[in-house]
């Protein structure tokens, strides 16, 4: 059994910092904790941060320049440092890994943490 394990969410002012966890454990064996999405109430669970192919990192337009993904092969984690934080960063922060168990198929299946949530107030 994979688990992914978050924290580091809260409630924060506009401009305040955040850095999200996220650690798996279990049977890792070809699981690779990924990076993170977020999902607004009533809206699609959309890209924050990963890492892909040759630890290339993609962000989201809403994250780009502000928000910092990295990872800890040692503690199989990732995290997300949050900058600048905006009213329209809140939401449910979900951790996302991959399971490649599965040989044929090439872009392998999602594991999802529970998400932490993550709500920027004034």
């Known amino acids: 059994q994979v688990q992914l394990v978050e924290s580091g969410g809260g409630l924060v002012q506009p401009g305040g910092s955040l850095r999200l966890s996220c650690e798996g454990s279990g049977d890792l064996n070809a699981i690779f904790v990924a990076g993170w999405y977020r999902q607004g109430p009533g809206d699609s669970r959309d890209l924050v941060a990963k890492?892909?192919?040759?630890?290339?990192?993609t962000y989201g337009d809403s994250a780009k320049g502000r928000f910092t993904v990295s990872r800890d092969n040692d503690k199989n984690a990732v995290y997300l440092q949050m900058n600048n934080l905006k009213i329209e960063d809140t939401g449910v922060y979900y951790c996302?890994?991959?399971?490649?168990?599965?040989?044929?198929?090439?872009?392998?299946?999602?594991?999802w943490g529970a998400g932490t949530l993550v709500t920027v107030s004034s």
């Open positions: 996302n890994a991959k399971d490649y168990n599965d040989p044929t198929d090439y872009y392998g299946m999602d594991i």
């Open positions: 890492f892909g192919d040759h630890d290339k990192i």
